[in-house]
């Protein structure tokens, strides 16, 4: 299996671990970082893990943060198409 983010997902991390580092210091980013890490690596050996949604992509919430992973798995590719925080609008990244 091999775990790709889509670009708009790798702009979503990059802004939330900047939003992060600048709110609560850099502890807290490395934290979010950390818990994305392995989120990634528990979707790896059990894709089916997070809730379905929509179509065929799938959520999976970061413990202790405000986010969630929106995910699609095919074949052997789980392509991340969200870090949605989730106070945002539901379903933002459908066109994704």
Known sequence: M???LHPAAR???DAALQWSKTAFG???AAR???RFEQAG???LREPELGATLAGQARKFPLRQ???TLVYRV???VITVIAVAHQSREPG???NR
């Open 2 to 4: 091999q775990l790709i």
């Open 65 to 67: 943060f405000p986010y």
């Open 74 to 76: 095919q074949g052997e």
């Open 92 to 94: 933002y990244w459908a």
């Open 32 to 34: 979010l970082r950390r």
């Open 26 to 28: 850099s502890r807290t």
């Open 41 to 43: 690596q528990l979707l």
């Open 11 to 13: 702009l979503e991390l």
